[in-house]
């Protein structure tokens, strides 16, 4: 299993362009979320579906979209860039339910809008 | 939504138990409580899960009194690899509207020789 995956691995955006982040999964989760990580910060919830066709949206939304069309994958595009939204996106799968037991994270999207 | 306080920070020194606390003192019946570590540039790791009681592993305790306000993670015997940022998080995986997988501030535990 490859766990999870994310492309690309760095990426760098101009202010207004548009991009999507990939990342799938092949542990047949349920459960996937975005999450994004600030410099010296936690990280916060941006967009999660509980399984194909669901999804809802986290702390911190606006300026994001997700779809998630199969279990495996679940793009994060990002409509018109800003330099606020220069921070590290991690995706996450599990199952559902019992706490979403172990959580498995990608390596992370590190993202520079300028 | 159940949200969750930890401290900022602690200090120890390898070899020592450490505890870092956790409180969620708006904990529901369905949630369970979840420790991840992360390391600096990579994603957070499952450490331990438990709802109630104890639950112990081959890296780390979790002690959850009956009231289930607070949980405390143990580590023992710490060595300069365990310095890493640990976070609690508390909820019943179902992603609901009222439940989601919220990630805390962490604690950032920092090992000295």
């Known amino acids: 299993n490859a766990g999870v995956t994310q492309t690309p691995k760095f990426q760098v955006l101009k202010t207004g362009q548009s991009m999507t982040l990939q990342c799938a999964q092949d542990m047949n989760h349920e459960y996937m979320s975005w999450y994004r990580q600030d410099p010296g910060m936690g990280l916060r919830l941006i967009h999660y579906s509980v399984g194909a066709g669901i999804t809802d949206q986290g702390e911190v939304p606006n300026g994001y979209n997700v779809s998630r069309s199969t279990t495996e994958d679940f793009p994060l595009r990002l409509l018109s860039a800003a330099p606020s939204q220069t921070s590290v996106y991690f995706c996450?799968?599990?199952?559902?339910?019992?706490?979403?037991?172990?959580?498995?994270f990608g390596p992370g999207t590190r993202l520079t809008v300028t | 939504l159940a949200k969750t306080t930890q401290p900022i920070s602690m200090d120890s020194y390898e070899g020592q138990e450490v505890n870092i606390t956790c409180s969620h003192n708006?904990?529901?019946?369905?949630?369970?409580i979840t420790w991840y570590q992360q390391f600096p540039s990579q994603g957070p790791r499952f450490i331990i899960q438990g709802y109630k009681t104890k639950v112990t592993n081959e890296v780390a305790s979790l002690f959850i009194p009956a009231d289930r306000k607070s949980s405390t993670l143990s580590l023992p015997r710490v060595s300069l690899s365990d310095t890493a940022v640990y976070y609690c998080l508390v909820g019943d995986g179902y992603g609901g509207a009222t439940n989601k997988l919220i990630f805390g501030t962490g604690t950032l535990l920092a090992v000295q020789p």
């Open positions: 708006n904990i529901a019946t369905n949630d369970y």
């Open positions: 996450a799968s599990s199952t559902q339910g019992q706490g979403g037991y172990e959580q498995y």
